[in-house]
Every structure is written in C-alpha cells, then in structure tokens.
C-alpha cells in the first residue's frame, strides 16, 4: 500500500482554494489533479498556490504538466479568485476543509485507505477537535433486531464515557438509531454524510448539537454536490466505505461483515457473534477495546461530558427509537444501566427532526 510522507503543513486558505480549484474548476478532472497533489506538491513540499503565482512558464517543470494541461489552466486560471471568496463563504456557514498534507487529516485515512481513495480534500462542520477521539463504527445486517439494537447503543455509550466517539452514515436503519440514541444522551458523534455539506441543512436537533460542539459533521464529497432527487444515492457506498476507513475500531454487531477489513482496525464482537477473517485483534468489553486504541488528548475528551441544556427549547431533544422503559430494562438484562442515561432516557422529549 502506498503512503504519503509525512504532513508538513499549516493551515493556509490560500493553498487550500488553490487545491480546491485544481480539483474541482481547473477542467485536468479529480483524477488528474490528485495525481499532481500527491508527485508534484506533497512529495516535493511545495505550496500549489505559490507555484501558480509564479506564472504558467514555470508550471510546466513545477507540475509536470503537457503542454495542453497547462494551456488549460491558463484559460481557467481566473476562477481562482472566485474559488477563495466561495471558501470564505463556505467558512463563514461553519464549513471547513481539510488538506491530506495537513496536519490534522485523519491518520486512519492514510492506513486504510490507498493513495487514490483517500479525499485530497475532507469536509467538515463542527468541532474537529472530535477527530482526535477514537472512532468507533457499529457494523451490522440491513434490520438487526430490537434487542441487538439496544445493545448496540449501550456499547456506544460505555465506550463514549471511555473517550471515544461514535461514528455514523447518514443512513437509514441501525445508524439512524443510534445518532438519535447518542444526540439524546449529549455524547460526541461523528457524523459521515452521502452528500455536499454546502448543499445540507442540519435540522434543529443536530445543529444544536453542532453549535455545543458535540458533533462533527464529514463528508469526502465536494461540498456543492447533491445526491439526484427521488433516486438512491450513488455515493452512499463510498460513504459507507470513507467512514469504515475512518474508524479506529469496528463494532461487528451481526453478518454479514462488512467487506476489506484491515488488520490494524480492531473488532469488537457482539457476544455469540463468529468472527470472521480479516481481523487480527478482537475484544469483548468496552474497557479492553478502549485500552487498545490511540490515547485520548484531554482536550478533545472533555466533548463527552454530558451538560444539561440550559432551556429546553435551546437543545431539543429526539424521540427515541423505541420506549424508554423497554429500552432500559433491555439495557438492563445486558448489564447495568448508569442512571444518568436512565435520566436522559426518560426526560420528556419533543418532535424530533429528520436525519
């Protein structure tokens, strides 16, 4: 598998609008642009924004390019501009994006996923102090059972009060339930998205949440793209895919398991569940598991202290999947139920909105 060298700069949004740019507006298509991002600009530590100030005489030997691309990026070249006032827009609604030579893109990125897989540029809105947590991923069949369910969100929660945070795909099914379950219980989440998140409107619940920095919103897409209308989502299986790259540790709940597991990804198995080929390390208790992954800086853990709202119309809370009280004696029946989430599980709960 190939790496990149190791990330060596800052923040810079110039740079960033000219990565954007060759991305997405220069016409050399994405394929062609992360080439030149991966041989020409991180592996020779170059700014692209500083190799286009220079002029299209110098493109040529700093790039790589033929004679026809850099014709190309001349006729293009004034979109630049228009590119650094979008991402000002963009940073001014919350959104930010994040450069894979930059210090702050996900390792687990680099490891598990090839050089032509991993996004040249990661969108995110919220708190990416979240990122340093481990993340945990809860894999499962298309309808686990109500019980396997409850299980599932207890298991979240215990290793969330560990200082890890749970991930999620803006997905119907087990995923829904657990974002609404954790949103409840004001635990951190990591929320992967099939879509633009310029092109997304997080509803009441989850922007309350974003704005108490409890959730980070990621998505690998750029971020004006939006699925077509009244049709599946063509990308949400690389979504799927990003976000178990993304992960620390896999949370396998039920087969059929999911597909390129990695042998530095530790599984943690659902009681009575088989394992299965891929994984090397397996654990049984959040504790253990926890243990085993990246130690948490005490900074990003203090995201998982629970702070009650201050009003109720400040944080509204989500309906839960099923009862309460079921849910509770299910959690029961599986081990003990702190009762601070007992406490959240019964407050009382208004409407709630829409993944």
């Known amino acids: 598998m190939e790496y990149l060298p190791k990330p060596t700069q800052e923040y810079n949004p110039l740079e960033t609008a000219a990565w954007y740019w060759l991305a997405h507006d220069s016409g ?17 530590n170059q700014s692209l924004h500083e190799v286009l100030v220079m002029g299209a005489t110098y493109w040529g030997s ?8 850099i014709s190309l990026l001349e006729k293009q070249y004034q979109g630049l501009d228009v590119v650094v006032d979008k991402l000002a827009g963009w940073q001014l609604e919350g959104i930010g994006l994040l450069r894979w030579n930059e210090p702050g893109y996900p390792p687990t990125l680099r ?10 540029l990661l969108s995110y809105r919220g708190e990416p102090g979240l990122l340093d947590l481990p993340a945990i991923m809860a894999c499962a069949d298309t309808a686990p059972k109500e019980e396997v369910v409850a299980w599932t969100v207890q298991t979240l929660f215990e290793l969330a009060g560990e200082g890890a945070a749970p991930l999620a795909v803006a997905r119907a099914g087990l995923d829904t339930d657990i974002v609404k379950a954790m949103l409840q219980v004001e635990a951190p989440l990591l929320l992967v998205l099939p879509r633009g998140l310029a092109e997304y409107q997080p509803p009441g619940t989850l922007r309350a949440e974003l704005e108490a920095g409890r959730v980070l919103l990621l998505s690998p897409f750029d971020p004006e793209y939006s699925p077509p209308a009244g049709k599946a989502n063509p990308m949400l299986p690389h979504a799927s895919s990003f976000a178990q790259a993304l992960a620390n540790a896999l949370l396998l709940i ?26 090397q390390q397996y654990y049984t208790d959040p504790e253990s598991l926890f243990l085993a992954l990246t130690e948490t800086p005490t900074a990003a853990a203090m995201a998982n202290v629970p702070h009650p709202p201050a009003s109720p119309q400040e944080v509204p809370i989500p309906e839960a999947a099923i009862d309460p009280d079921d849910l509770i004696d299910q959690l029961s029946a599986l081990g003990n139920v702190p009762e601070a989430m007992k406490t959240r599980l019964r407050a009382p709960k208004s409407p709630p909105d829409p993944i």
């Not at 490891?111 to 040249?120: D, G, M, N, R, W």
């Not at 059929?256 to 530095?264: F, I, S, V």
């Open 254 to 279: 039920s087969p059929p398991y999911p597909q390129n597991l990695t042998p530095e990804q530790p599984c943690f198995l659902r009681p009575d569940t088989p394992k299965t080929v891929g994984c």
């Open 111 to 120: 490891s598990h996923l090839s050089l032509e897989q991993q996004p040249a």
């Open 28 to 44: 050399l298509g994405l394929r062609r642009a992360k080439a030149i991002l991966t041989g020409q600009i991180s592996t020779r």
């Open 62 to 69: 700093a790039l790589d390019l033929s004679p026809e691309e």
